[in-house]
Structure formats: structure tokens, C-alpha cells
């Protein structure tokens, strides 16, 4: 099944303490991207790649990284959260840039 | 810096009735995208306009694009209840990041 998936679905952490949410995607999609979905927001962009080893800032990139060292894989960072960086994060992909994305099931943080 | 207005954002209609969501976005772009999304759940792709003019209709839902005006519409048609959910569209500027409507929460009463 055509599918992206997100890990954890579900994380409480602590302020300052290193974390990784892995996205993965098995489409062979070049273009993934990570957004994060805060209330009266809609979603903002964080991080996106157009293919491996190509990463550029959305509109939100401050706080973390990400990395395409293979074409399936685009994990997000978090080096040292902070209670700002609580929201609801979504994971997507597409063949390539301009196209229609799809979207992994969500990832919810809560930072304390 | 590319802005994306949607309006209205919270919509109530009653089960058969037409309406318009409006999409307005601030620069030059063809690529524009509709998305659902349902509570507590994921988005899901409805419609991606990449041209001036282009129209494209799934069941009750129509979505168009006037990128002279910068403009994007999501009609409903004869709407029904399973039609309620969030719909954000988004717009992407030729390289450069995607960025998102606030959404418009729309709830279909019967």
C-alpha cells in the first residue's frame, strides 16, 4: 500500500531534550516536506526537499533540521525543543515538486 | 512574501444548498492545491490547478483558478453532511516553499 508514515504519533518531551520524528515513504516520491499545524494557523512549512541531499527552508525553519540522505527518508529534528515547538506536524510527499502531495498521518508533540 | 487569504473561515450550510470558498493569494503563481481534512485526521488531496483557467470537478466539489486575479474557488454544490470537514488551499510559489490558507471550517446541517 502506497503510504507515508510518521513516527511517533505521539511524543511529551521535556524542554532541551534532543528528539527525531522519522517520516518515511514508500512511492519513490523525489519532493517531501514537513509542516507544522498550529490552531487559526492552517499549516506552515517547515523544511522541504526536492530530492536527495537538496534541502531548503519553508516558512518556519527555525528550531529545527532535517536531512535526505535517502530518497525514502526526510526525519526532522528537533536539537533542543522548546515549548513553542508544540504543535501537530505533518509529514508529505510527491513525485516531484508541483505535485499532489500526500500526506502522513500526523505526528502530535507536546513540549513541556 | 507570498500571502494566502481564504475566506470565509467558518462556514455553516444546510444540506443541499450551494456556496464559494474563496482562495487569494498575494504573488504570482500557477500552482495551486485544495486540500480536506477531517478531525482529527490527515489532509487529503481534493484538486492541484497548475494552469491559468484551469477547472477541475470531483462529485459535488468544483475548484477553479483565475491567476490574473490571484484568485482560486472551491464550489459545493447540493452540499451533504459527509462533506463536512476543513478545507485549506494552498499555494506554491515556482521555488520556493508552499504556503497554507488558514482553512475553512465548514459544517453541512441537514
Known amino acids: ?112 | 512574501e507570498l500571502k494566502v487569504e481564504q475566506n470565509p473561515l467558518f462556514l455553516s450550510m444546510q444540506e443541499g444548498k450551494n456556496y464559494t470558498i474563496y482562495c487569494n493569494y498575494s504573488t504570482t503563481s500557477d500552482r495551486l492545491y485544495w486540500y480536506r481534512q477531517d478531525p482529527g485526521k490527515s489532509l487529503e488531496s481534493l484538486f492541484v490547478l497548475l494552469s491559468n483557467g484551469a477547472v477541475k470537478q470531483e462529485g459535488r466539489l468544483m475548484a477553479s483558478l483565475d491567476t490574473k486575479a490571484r484568485l482560486s474557488t472551491l464550489h459545493i454544490t447540493a452540499a451533504v453532511h459527509d462533506l463536512s470537514a476543513t478545507y485549506f488551499c494552498a499555494v506554491e510559489e515556482v521555488g520556493n516553499d508552499m504556503r497554507f490558507g488558514a482553512g475553512t471550517r465548514l459544517t453541512v446541517k441537514p
Open chain 1, 1 to 112: 500500500e502506497a503510504q507515508v508514515t510518521q513516527n511517533p504519533r505521539y511524543l511529551i518531551t521535556v524542554t532541551g531534550k534532543k528528539l527525531t520524528v522519522t517520516c518515511s515513504q514508500n512511492m519513490n516520491h523525489e519532493y517531501m516536506s514537513w509542516y507544522r499545524q498550529d490552531p487559526g494557523l492552517g499549516l506552515r512549512q517547515i523544511y522541504y526537499s526536492m530530492n536527495v541531499e537538496v534541502t531548503d527552508k519553508g516558512d518556519v525553519p527555525e528550531g529545527y533540521k532535517v536531512s535526505r540522505k535517502e530518497k525514502r527518508n526526510f526525519p526532522l529534528i528537533l536539537e533542543s525543543p522548546s515549548p513553542n515547538q508544540t504543535s501537530l506536524y505533518f509529514c508529505a510527499s510527491s513525485l516531484s515538486m508541483g505535485g499532489e502531495q500526500y500526506f502522513g498521518p500526523g505526528t502530535r508533540l507536546t513540549v513541556t
